[in-house]
C-alpha cells in the first residue's frame, strides 16, 4: 500500500536562508521490527529549537507561501551559517519524541495494531512515522497520546542527572532553572529517592510552587539574598554537581562559586589554589545563547561540561536504561507528568506569531504538536 505523511521540514539555504515548510513525503510499509504510527502528539522541546531553527535572527521571520501550504523563513548570518555547515541545502525532519497509535507493522509485531506507543527518534512533526519498536515504549490501555508524548527527553534527561550523580560519586544536586517540566520532576524523583537537590528559580511565584511540590530548598535569583541564600542550601546538601540548562551568562560560574565557598568553610588552613573539593557543573541546555561567563574564584578543582541525553544514553550500561525506561513507563502519570501550555496543529506552528511564543523557551511553558 502507498502511504504518504506530511512533515514539518527545515532547511538552511546556501545564501543564508532558514525556511521552514510542510512537505508531503513518502512512507515505506513496516518491515521486520518496525511501527507505522499515526502521530497522534509532539511537543516542542527546546531541544527541537536548535534544530527547527538554528542559528536564525528571529528579527527576520517573516511568513510565505500561502494558508494551504505555509513557508516560514528568516536570515541567518555569516557567523551562524558557517556553524550549520554541515546540514547547508537539506531538508530535515524536525521533533525528537512523540506519541500515538500503531496502524501498521512488521509481521512480528502484527500483535501491536491498534496499541498506542510513545517514540523517540526523530521526524515526530508529522502525521505517520515508520520507526523501530526498540525506539518504542508500549503505552497501557487508555493512556493518551498527550500523556506519552514527552516520556523520553525529560524524563530520562533527569534520571541521567541521577545516574551521573552516582557514577561520578557526588551527593546531591543543583538544578537550573528548576521550576520547568524536567525540574518537577526531578523534584518528585530526588523527594522519592531521598536525594538532595538544590532548586534555583527566577521569581517568588516558581518558588512557591515547586515547595507545593515538596521541594526543600527553593532558591530564587531574582532575590537580594541569592548568593547567600544559595551558599546555605548547598551547604546543608553537600551538592557539588549542578546541572544549567541556562548555558549563557554568569549561572554557571555563580554556582562554581558558592560551592567553592562552602568547600572553604571546611578547610582546616589556607590554600592558595583554592579547596581540593571537586566541583562540576554540567550545561545541558542553551536557554541563554550568549558566552558563558566566568568569574573565577573558585580554586583549581573544577570542571565545565557539556551534558546530552543522547550521548549519556550511547555510553551508559544497557541494562540501566532499560531500569530507567520501565521506571518512566510505570510513573508517566505522577513522576514523569508533563503539562501543556498550549495545543497546536502542523499548519499552527508555522505561523510566526506561534513560533515566536514557543521559541522563547520560557520557564514553566510548553507546547504541544497534535498533527
Known amino acids: 500500500m502507498s502511504r504518504t505523511s506530511l512533515e514539518l521540514r527545515s532547511t538552511i539555504t546556501p545564501d543564508g536562508i532558514l525556511r521552514i515548510n510542510l512537505e508531503r513525503v513518502p512512507v515505506p510499509e513496516p518491515a521486520a521490527g518496525e511501527l507505522l504510527v499515526r502521530v497522534e502528539a509532539a511537543p ?34 555569516e557567523q551562524g551559517l558557517a556553524a550549520v555547515r554541515a546540514r547547508v541545502g537539506q531538508s530535515m525532519p524536525v521533533g525528537n519524541e512523540g506519541a500515538g497509535t500503531v496502524i501498521a507493522a512488521g509481521p512480528d509485531l502484527a500483535h501491536l495494531v491498534g496499541k498506542r506507543v510513545s517514540m523517540i ?3 515526530m512533526y508529522a502525521e505517520l512515522r515508520l520507526i523501530p519498536l526498540q525506539a518504542c515504549i508500549v503505552l497501557p490501555d487508555g493512556a493518551s497520546a498527550a500523556e506519552g508524548a514527552s516520556m523520553f527527553v525529560n524524563p530520562l534527561t533527569a534520571l541521567g542527572f541521577i545516574e551521573t550523580m552516582r557514577a561520578e560519586g557526588h551527593q546531591a544536586i543543583i538544578h537550573v532553572p528548576a521550576a520547568s517540566n524536567l525540574g518537577q520532576m526531578l523534584v518528585r524523583i530526588c523527594k522519592d529517592d531521598g536525594i538532595g537537590l538544590v532548586n534555583i528559580v527566577r521569581s517568588p511565584q516558581q518558588a512557591a510552587m515547586l515547595r507545593d511540590l515538596g521541594a526543600t530548598h527553593v532558591v530564587d535569583s531574582s532575590a537580594p539574598d541569592f548568593r547567600e541564600k544559595l551558599e546555605h542550601a548547598i551547604a546543608e546538601k553537600g551538592a557539588t554537581l549542578a546541572f544549567d540548562a541556562i548555558g549563557g551568562g554568569e549561572m554557571t560560574g555563580t554556582i562554581l562559586n558558592a ?21 562540576q557543573v554540567y550545561i545541558y541546555g542553551a536557554l541563554d545563547t550568549g558566552p558563558t561567563t566566568l568569574r573565577r574564584g573558585f ?29 518512566v513507563a510505570a510513573e508517566m ?12 496543529s502542523l499548519t499552527e506552528a508555522l505561523k ?20
Open 333 to 344: 502519570t505522577t513522576t514523569f507528568a508533563s503539562h501543556y501550555t498550549a495545543t497546536i
Open 44 to 77: 516542542i522541546n527546546p531541544s527541537d529549537l536548535g534544530l527547527l531553527l538554528g542559528p536564525a535572527d528571529m528579527a527576520s521571520l517573516k511568513a510565505e507561501g500561502t494558508a494551504a501550504d505555509p513557508v516560514l523563513t528568516a536570515k541567518v548570518s
Open 121 to 123: 527518534g526523530g521526524a
Open 299 to 327: 580554586g583549581f578543582s573544577w570542571g565545565i561540561g557539556g551534558w546530552l541525553l543522547f550521548h549519556f544514553l550511547q555510553r551508559t550500561d544497557p541494562a540501566i536504561v532499560q531500569r530507567m525506561r520501565e521506571r
Open 259 to 279: 560551592m567553592e565557598a562552602v568547600a572553604l568553610r571546611s578547610m582546616p588552613a589556607y590554600d592558595r589554589y583554592g579547596s581540593a573539593t571537586k566541583k
Open 352 to 371: 510566526p506569531e506561534i513560533v515566536a511564543a514557543y521559541q522563547k523557551k520560557t520557564t514553566g511553558e510548553k507546547y504541544l504538536i497534535v498533527p
